[in-house]
């Protein structure tokens, strides 16, 4: 893992998600780069260059944002990109080599939202595997990963290297979560043998991955939750809207996201 990508947009409380980033980068060796995006509205008639003058103004708010946390011995480099940034992050993701891209849920008591429009939408649409860290979460290192899923088949070659490489720089170790849910096919019962070999298996039967998790979470006492988006998988709620509910899901530690068959 070599290449962080932080998009600030995404983040209500941006300094504290870099921080994470640079603390979790720093055990990588990687560089973090903080992505600012910004758009432009056409003005009839007007002479002053606005695109300069927007892009001027995003490259300051996200150098002051920088000059904010303790870089330590991480290369941070900032970025700006002109549109919407769910329509540039893939682009730049792909220019920047990302390896993973990390973004902030909202863990605020007095929000209902897991994840807002932007952060939902990253999620949908990356083919960039990504953490999605609690909103003012402090780095510690992940000891126990609990990894759920409710179909064995991957697809995807290299899909599990973000997992491997979080387990091998941690010494983490892994509690795999074979969920079986009401619409299961016996193929999903046969686990990836690169998948079998990370962890101990146990396999439940719950109505979605979601209530799997909840029912094992305490027993495995996870310092991270692992899961595959997929269309059929975890975050399936998002194939229908982005904006994902603290009653549809909710976590209090960071959840990897990794990219599954889709």
């Known amino acids: 893992m070599k290449n962080i990508l932080v998009p600030i947009a995404a983040s209500t409380n941006v300094e ?9 980068a720093e055990h990588f060796k990687a560089k973090v780069y903080v992505l ?12 002053i ?28 480099a900032t970025v700006t990109a002109k549109g919407n940034l769910q329509d540039i992050l893939e682009d ?11 973004i902030e849920s909202n863990n ?9 429009n932007i952060s939902g939408g990253i999620i949908k649409q990356m083919e960039i595997p990504t953490l999605i860290v609690p909103h003012g979460y402090e780095f510690s290192a992940p000891r126990t990963i609990l990894t759920a899923f409710k179909s064995g088949i991957l697809k995807r070659k290299k899909v599990l290297r973000p997992l491997r490489s979080v387990v091998e720089t941690f010494k983490a170790k892994v509690n795999l979560l074979l969920v079986k849910t009401p619409k299961f096919k016996e193929e999903d019962l046969v686990v990836n043998p690169k998948l079998q070999a990370m962890g101990e298996l146990t396999t439940t039967e719950n109505a979605t991955t ?7 979470f305490q027993s495995s006492k996870p310092d991270m939750l692992c899961v595959f988006r997929r269309k059929r998988g975890f975050f399936v709620k998002l194939w229908e809207k982005n904006v994902i509910l603290k009653k549809e899901f909710h976590c209090n530690i960071p959840v990897l996201v990794l990219i599954g068959k889709m």
């Open 36 to 47: 600012g995006d910004f758009n432009v509205v056409s003005r009839a008639g007007s002479i």
């Open 210 to 216: 979601f209530q799997g998790v909840l029912e094992h």
């Open 92 to 102: 730049v993701s792909n220019e920047l080599n990302i390896d993973l891209v990390m």
């Open 108 to 116: 605020a008591i007095a929000s209902d939202v897991f994840l807002d």
């Open 16 to 24: 504290s998600t870099l921080q994470y980033a640079i603390d979790f």
């Open 49 to 76: 260059r606005i695109d300069e003058i927007i892009e001027r103004e995003t490259k300051a708010h996200v150098n002051e944002i920088v000059s904010g946390v303790d870089r330590k011995k991480v290369e941070v």
